[in-house]
């Protein structure tokens, strides 16, 4: 399996803009929010756990996790937010799945329509191109002189993850979608750190594009990930390696 994603300058993946950063966590806040009502504890809601798991490998800040829990009980009220998956595709027949988190089911599709129509692309229908994408759970732990190759690999194993792929400075561990939780666990209780942990989509093959159609589609990624509504965008065109974030 070919890495999900490269790992170089961790530091410099650490440090974004704090703008890019405070996106970031408003995205998982409602994440949390939304897994957390029902069941704010995360000992016995996983999925809630999975999310806790996600906003740390971010770096989130306790304080933020803690306050997007307590909204479940508080600020969400009786609102009613869904998980609706956009299926697309954008410039030079890219494919692009798009998730999202919306109690405005009409606003949504309407933005992200509009968002794709302006860069050349435009909405599918539901399994266009889910079929060229396998979702996987995904766990990056930073490769560091204390942490070997063949020890991570024991690990992964004993947790029950697919495969482990060693990036110059990081490992990836991948896991079927089912056994993600419990791995990330078994995994946490080990000591590991994770500089990711959820579950993704991953392009079974990717596409290049020429310069300009690459300077649009990265516009497309650009607005669709300002959107408050959109949650990820999965893609199978090949960025820079400084340039993907998914």
């Given at each position: 399996?070919?890495g999900?994603?490269k790992?170089?300058?961790?530091q410099?993946?650490?440090?974004?803009?704090?703008?890019?950063?405070g996106?970031?966590f408003?995205?998982?806040?409602?994440?949390?929010?939304?897994?957390?009502?029902?069941?704010?504890?995360?000992?016995?809601?996983?999925?809630?756990?999975?999310?806790?798991a996600k906003?740390k490998?971010?770096?989130?800040?306790?304080?933020?996790?803690?306050?997007?829990i307590?909204?479940?009980?508080?600020?969400?009220?009786?609102?009613?937010?869904?998980?609706?998956?956009?299926?697309?595709?954008g410039?030079?027949?890219?494919?692009?799945?798009?998730?999202?988190?919306?109690d405005?089911?009409?606003?949504?599709?309407?933005?992200?329509r509009?968002?794709?129509?302006k860069?050349?692309?435009?909405?599918?229908?539901?399994?266009?191109?889910?079929?060229?994408?396998?979702?996987?759970?995904?766990?990056?732990?930073?490769?560091?002189?204390?942490?070997?190759?063949?020890?991570?690999?024991?690990?992964?194993?004993?947790?029950?993850?697919?495969?482990?792929?060693?990036?110059?400075?990081?490992?990836?561990?991948?896991?079927?979608?089912?056994?993600?939780?419990?791995?990330?666990?078994?995994?946490?209780?080990?000591g590991l750190?994770?500089?990711q942990?959820?579950?993704?989509?991953l392009?079974?093959?990717?596409?290049?594009?020429?310069?300009?159609?690459?300077?649009?589609?990265?516009?497309?990624?650009?607005?669709l990930?300002?959107?408050?509504?959109v949650?990820?965008?999965?893609?199978?065109?090949?960025?820079?390696?400084?340039?993907?974030?998914?």
């Amino acid at each position: 399996m070919s890495g999900h994603s490269k790992w170089h300058n961790i530091q410099a993946k650490k440090g974004k803009a704090d703008a890019a950063r405070g996106k970031l966590f408003t995205k998982i806040g409602r994440e949390l929010a939304v897994a957390a009502k029902g069941n704010p504890n995360p000992a016995t809601n996983s999925k809630l756990a999975d999310i806790i798991a996600k906003a740390k490998a971010a770096n989130m800040p306790n304080d933020n996790i803690e306050r997007s829990i307590k909204k479940a009980a508080g600020e969400l009220g009786d609102k009613e937010f869904k998980e609706l998956t956009y299926e697309g595709y954008g410039v030079g027949g890219a494919a692009v799945i798009i998730t999202t988190l919306t109690d405005n089911n009409n606003r949504t599709a309407g933005d992200v329509r509009a968002i794709m129509s302006k860069h050349g692309g435009s909405l599918g229908t539901t399994g266009s191109v889910s079929y060229m994408f396998e979702t996987k759970g995904v766990l990056v732990v930073e490769r560091t002189p204390q942490l070997s190759e063949d020890e991570v690999t024991e690990l992964a194993i004993e947790a029950g993850a697919d495969d482990v792929v060693t990036q110059e400075d990081a490992f990836e561990i991948y896991t079927a979608p089912a056994v993600f939780s419990e791995a990330r666990k078994y995994l946490e209780e080990k000591g590991l750190e994770f500089l990711q942990a959820e579950i993704t989509m991953l392009p079974q093959s990717k596409i290049t594009l020429p310069a300009d159609k690459l300077e649009t589609f990265r516009k497309m990624l650009d607005k669709l990930e300002e959107n408050d509504d959109v949650q990820d965008v999965y893609h199978n065109v090949d960025l820079p390696d400084d340039e993907e974030e998914e």
